[in-house]
Every structure is written in C-alpha cells, then in structure tokens.
C-alpha cells in the first residue's frame, strides 16, 4: 500500500480560500467549514493501517525518529496490534532507545494467542537489549594499565550492568526453551555471559562466564546460518560473534594485552590502524599592554568553542564489530566527547583485521578501540590519517 497523502481537493480548496483572502474577497463562512470538513476527513483517513505503511517508507529510507511516530501513531489507535508493535520495536532498538524497544518487545509478546516463535524472537531481541545496555557500561569502564584491561567503575553502574547482563540471559534461555536449534538466541547469550566475565570482580566466576560463553558461542556455530555475502557488509550480531575487550591501539600492544578469549582464536590481529584527525588549537595568546609586553591578564571570556574544547585532553572509545572477513561493518560511540568523536569514528571505520576462526569456523570479532588526544603546548593541527603497520 502506497502512502496516503492529502487529497488534491483539500490542497486545491485551501488555496483557493487563501488567494481570496489576499485579493480582499472574504471567504464565505460556507467555504471555511468546507475547509474545515475536508481538513478533519483527511486527518480521519489516517488509520493504523495507512500509518505503519507510512512508517514502513520511512524505515526503508533510514528516517527512523519519523517512522517510530508512525508506529506509535498507530499503537495509539490500535494498541494489540502486532505489526505495529514490532515494527516499533525493532526502530526503537535501532535508534538505540533500549527502553522503548523491551517494552514494545514484552507488549508484542504477551499478546494474547501470541504465536510461540513470536514469543521466541520477541525473548531474543529483549535479550539483545539488555545486552547492548550492559555492552556500553562495561565497554567504558575498562582501561588498559601495564597490558591488562582492568575495570573500574561506581558500583550502583556495576549494579546496573550485572542486573542487565542477568535480565537478558532469562530472556535468551526462555527464547531457546521454546526454539531449541535458535542459533541466535545462543550468540546472543554467548555475547551476554562475555559481558558478566568482563565484569566479574572473582577471576573464578570470570573463568565460569567464559565458559559458558564458549558453550553458547560454539552451539551458534553448529548450527547452519545463510551463506555469507562479502558484498553485503551488514552489522548482525545475531551471526556467531566473539566478545573481547580492547583491540591493542599501537603495534607495541600487540600481543601484549592479556585477554582470555583472543587466545581462543586464530587470526583477529590488527592488520591496519589509522589515528584518528582531532581538531587542534594553539594555546589562547596571553594579553599584552601598550608597551607590548604580557600583562598576564586572561581575555574575555568567549565560550568553549570546539577548537578549545579540543585542545585539551580527550578519549573516545568506539565499540566495532569485525566481519568474518576482517572488515569493520559497525561502530558505536561507547564514551567520547562530542566534538572528537566525528573524527574517532571515521579512523575506526578503516582499521583491518585478520580473518578470526574459532575451532576452524569464521567468527566475527566484537571489541573496543580507544582513541587519546594528548595535545602539546604547541598543538598544531594534525597530518591526513595515515595508517601504521602492525
């Protein structure tokens, strides 16, 4: 179905009352309930139906805060109805609103006569949203000292994380009682006791979560999935996915930086690294008197542009997702500031990896890159991004 649009009538009467206003020849009051009439009808044409269409276009076209109101729109009228909740659903989840996306997800699940493999997709995208909530804490809670990845954080953030990473693992074990072959459900749970390992404060249950991350990661593997299309780089971490902390910034990290599951897999090495282009500033120049000499007087106050917002210290840290074949098909801001992110993102978009193969099977690499801005006293702006053999 098409999108509705007003009908050439109400366009072709509103302007003609208008153009008779101008010319100083009133409009009746027969015609201004006419407009009145033709503009309420339009509105009414509206339907839930005519909505999620409406939306459906938008989707397609990457307007995703346009088409979520359309699926609201439509919910408003029809409440139970299930295309229109999942749709709004999956637009929420991709709009990072992860609130919004469970709700509509546990709505479209507990319809009543709700069939069992919509409950079970419903159960693994809950879980996927409760893991990309935890993926963000502990991604930017970790640091690398001395070569290890450490985590500190507030506890009532470690809190939140752990209640997340426990949410989500229920949701994917109902997912996978009621689809016992639900690859993505396993990935997904793979993916989510990843994150309890990375957060585990007792090395004894880190060891525990990794192994059942293995268990699940490898059950997602034996499963048969479509073939991949190296000409589709598509971000799905519904494919067998393998969660490690932080991808070494510089050639002098390389292999160096101690993490558990990277030993599991062959390849995944960096093959190409590029520096992220940070806007620079030199230090404002100190006031001078008459005589010419520093008087050591500050100037006015002019705000924090973002040449000066970026001229002091700075860290981004980009979650990437790497495709079996080494390339990265997402990234996500996972902590920065906005005037250095821009440029993080367009650095880690270009960095290549070594295939990874788990067991001699491709799998894609899930992981963070942090960028640091460190400027000198006399920072000046930086060369083209080059990238830096490994």
């Known amino acids: 179905m098409k999108p509705i649009r007003a009908s050439s009538a109400a366009v072709v009467l509103c302007m003609c009352v208008w153009t008779g206003q101008s010319s100083a020849q009133p409009a009746s009051s027969n015609s201004k309930l006419a407009v009145s009439q ?23 076209t990457v307007k995703l805060r346009q088409a979520l109101v359309k699926f609201e729109a439509a919910l408003k009228q029809e409440p139970d109805n299930d295309e229109a909740l999942g749709l709004a659903a999956e637009t929420a989840f991709r709009l990072d609103s992860q609130e919004a996306a469970r709700e509509y997800f546990t709505r479209r699940a507990e319809l009543s006569g709700q069939k069992e493999s919509v409950k079970a997709f419903c159960f693994q995208r809950l879980a996927m949203a409760f893991w990309r ?54 990935n997904i749970r793979n993916l989510l006791y990843a994150e309890a390992a990375l957060a585990a404060t007792d090395e004894e249950k880190a060891k525990e979560h990794r192994e059942k991350s293995l268990e699940d990661l490898k059950m997602a593997l ?82 924090r542009s973002p040449l000066t917002a970026a001229y002091t210290a700075g860290k981004v840290k980009v979650e990437v997702l790497i495709s ?67």
């Open 38 to 60: 033709t503009t309420s009808q339009d509105k009414q044409e509206a339907s839930a139906a005519d909505l999620i269409t409406q939306g459906k276009t938008l989707f397609r």
């Open 133 to 186: 909530e935890a993926h963000d804490l502990v991604a930017k809670s970790a640091e690398v000292k001395l070569g290890k990845v450490v985590y500190s954080w507030p506890e009532d953030s470690l809190n939140q994380a752990m209640e997340s990473i426990r949410s989500g693992i229920d949701y994917a074990t109902q997912a996978i009682g009621i689809r016992d072959n639900f690859a993505d459900a396993y």
């Open 222 to 303: 034996s499963m048969a999935r479509p073939a991949y299309d190296s000409k589709n780089d598509i971000a799905d971490f519904n494919n067998a996915t393998l969660r490690i902390s932080e991808f070494p910034r510089t050639k002098a990290e390389d292999g160096h930086i101690e993490d558990p599951m990277m030993k599991l897999i062959e390849g995944g090495k960096v093959l190409k690294r590029i520096l992220a282009v940070f806007p620079s500033a030199r230090p404002t120049k100190p006031v001078t008197d008459a005589n010419n000499k520093d008087s050591g007087a500050s100037p006015p106050a002019t705000g």
């Open 324 to 390: 079996i074949e080494g390339k990265v098909i997402f990234t996500h801001i996972v902590d920065g500031r906005s005037d250095l992110n821009g440029a993080a993102i367009m650095a880690a978009r270009n960095w290549t990896f070594e295939p990874a193969m788990l067991d001699g099977q491709p799998v894609q690499l899930s992981g963070v890159i942090s960028f640091d801005l460190k400027p000198s006293g006399t920072a000046r702006p930086s060369a083209p991004p080059t990238a830096k053999k490994p």
